[in-house]
């Protein structure tokens, strides 16, 4: 069964860096694409940014492109997202995915990806 669990959410002032890491177990992550995505409270849940296997390409949407990383250890089955300049309107629950397909990156396609984490909380104060 494959499992993904995220962590290193917080609150933290504007302007600040946090990093998000998820780890997967059930499967070796390295033949595979991984993608992050974010939902504001009462809003939908949007792509963040996605890796190819084994490391990279990577994509970005455009709101984070020049703050965001995301980067993928996988000796240690992980994936990051490292956020930068953070900003009041990055506060949302942050989630990691994967698809089924190896070697295929899903990027924005939500409908793709069939794992997901429980997600994790950044909040980013004014």
């Known amino acids: 069964q494959v499992r993904l669990v995220e962590s290193g959410g917080g609150l933290v002032q504007s302007g600040a860096s946090l990093r998000v890491s998820c780890v997967v177990s059930g499967r070796t992550i390295s033949p595979y694409s991984m993608g992050w995505f974010r939902q504001p409270s009462g809003k939908e849940r949007e792509f963040v940014a996605s890796?190819?296997?084994?490391?990279?390409?990577?994509y970005y949407v455009d709101s984070v492109k020049g703050r965001f990383t995301i980067s993928r250890d996988n000796a240690k089955n992980t994936v990051y997202l490292q956020m930068n300049s953070l900003k009041p309107e990055d506060t949302a629950v942050y989630y990691c995915?994967?698809?089924?397909?190896?070697?295929?990156?899903?990027?924005?396609?939500?409908?793709?990806?069939?794992?997901w984490g429980q997600g994790t909380q950044v909040t980013v104060a004014a």
């Open positions: 890796i190819s296997p084994p490391f990279g390409p990577t």
């Open positions: 995915a994967a698809p089924t397909e190896p070697y295929y990156n899903p990027k924005s396609n939500k409908n793709d990806y069939a794992y």
